[in-house]
């Protein structure tokens, strides 16, 4: 079992198996093989090592800003609040993973949902959630296990389908989905975007910034001086005695600097990597479709679809992050029993995404506006289910995806409807 359960929850093995399977089921050489199999997971190495960097700063960001602003509460990340729940219930959670990915094949297979969920990260996040939730209802761990592994494979297989029309016109083509449980919130940002959709041409890829923010025309310079602006404005907020602890032997001045730098350069390791990997995964894919699983797609992270809007990705990233912050301002002023704070790295990953869908349906105003709404449901959704984890002694982190989330609302509400 802990063999499988590694397997199932290091994608670059997962994906390398996959492509190898393909390349095989293509009678390719075995040179062929050996070569579309390491591209892959040395790709998606690369692609995680971006996240991972890019992850590590926004962290640091994140407390920056919170001890600069004096923000106490539970600050939502799926990562801590999984590490709460597989010290309680690893059993049933890793169990529950390893039934979802089987039921989201058998799914795909024989249902029209043919998403085969690659993001095996989120799969525990969600595993997670599901498992929380069963037990908090006092189900044994068998029924639980059954009960949580049809779920979320029928989730894997089937959230995707709901972006796959805004899939089709971010990418051009039909040959890969979303996997990433935001997805209620990306196609609800694409739709919010048809609402400008008279605007559709004018995307934030096509913004005439005048030549003092020239500059911006540059993915990678737009990242580094935005990251910029908000490290020194919190490293200043926060002071030098709380920056200089988090920066160890490094100036607290300079800190700042080498954190959005340091953001930046993890954002293209990790485009270079999506580049890589995903060439390679569709076209081992190929094979996959036609032989085992007709007409199924790969459901992958959402960094595949940032080369396609990179702008609208930090157009997506402060919207989400400022609905986030305004979130706290209205728990605060209306006495919450629990403040939910928006951690920037989800801001930057969901929220950025749900610019990418906003844009291509609304152009810059949906970016904004679809963003924006994605942000208030990562901040107020989390709210619903924690006082529920509290109960099993999951307090201090909670999971903030959308899809999560709502499923989870809508299974609990199901449960207590039936007294179970």
């Known amino acids: 079992m802990d063999f499988i359960i590694s397997f199932l929850s290091t994608p670059a093995v997962l994906l390398g198996a996959v492509a190898m399977i393909g390349l095989l089921a293509q009678k390719k050489s075995s040179t062929e093989v050996m070569t579309g199999t390491f591209k892959t997971v040395i790709g998606f190495l690369i692609f995680s090592a971006g996240g991972t960097i890019m992850t590590g700063a926004l962290q640091n960001f994140n407390s920056l800003f919170q001890t600069g602003f004096h923000i106490v509460g539970v600050v939502a990340s799926p990562e801590a609040a999984t590490a709460l729940a597989q010290t309680k219930f690893a059993f049933v959670t890793s169990c529950t993973l390893i039934l979802g990915f089987i039921m989201n094949l058998v799914i795909a297979r024989v249902t029209p949902f043919k998403n085969i969920f690659f993001t095996t990260g ?56 979303i996997g990433h449980f935001n997805m209620v919130g990306y196609a609800l940002s694409g739709y919010i975007g048809k609402l400008f959709g008279k605007y559709k041409d004018r995307t934030t890829e096509d913004i005439n910034f005048p030549k003092w923010l020239s500059f911006f025309r540059d993915f990678l310079m737009g990242v580094a001086v935005v990251m910029l602006f908000l490290f020194y404005v919190s490293a200043l907020k926060a ?56 007409n199924s797609r790969p459901a992958l992270d959402v960094p595949t679809v940032f080369p396609f809007a990179p702008t609208a990705v930090i157009v997506g990233f402060i919207s989400s992050y400022a609905a986030g912050l305004l979130g706290v301002v209205i728990m605060v002023a209306l006495h919450a029993p629990v403040v939910i704070i928006p951690a920037a790295h989800i801001c930057f990953f969901s929220g950025g995404t749900a610019g990418v869908f906003g844009n291509s349906t609304g152009g810059w105003r949906g970016a904004v506006v679809g963003s924006f709404v994605a942000g208030l449901l990562l901040a107020f959704l989390p709210m619903v289910l924690y006082p529920l984890y509290g109960t099993l002694g999951i307090e201090g982190s909670t999971f903030p995806n959308i899809d999560y989330n709502v499923m989870g609302i809508l299974l609990n509400k199901i449960l207590n409807l039936f007294g179970m």
């Open 239 to 294: 002071g030098p005695v709380a920056t200089q602890k988090l920066a160890g032997s490094v100036h607290w001045l300079v800190f700042p600097f080498v954190q959005a730098f340091t953001f930046t350069a993890g954002i293209s390791i990790l485009m270079t990597g999506v580049r890589m990997f995903l060439a390679e995964i569709t076209a081992a894919f190929v094979s996959i479709s036609e032989k085992f699983i007709p």
């Open 122 to 177: 989120h799969s525990l996040f969600f595993a997670c959630v599901l498992s929380l939730i069963l037990k908090a209802h006092h189900f044994a761990n068998v029924p639980a296990i059954i009960i949580g592994g049809v779920l979320l494979g029928f989730f894997s297989a089937a959230l995707p389908q709901l972006c796959q029309p805004f899939m089709r016109q971010i990418t051009g083509s039909d040959s890969t989905a």
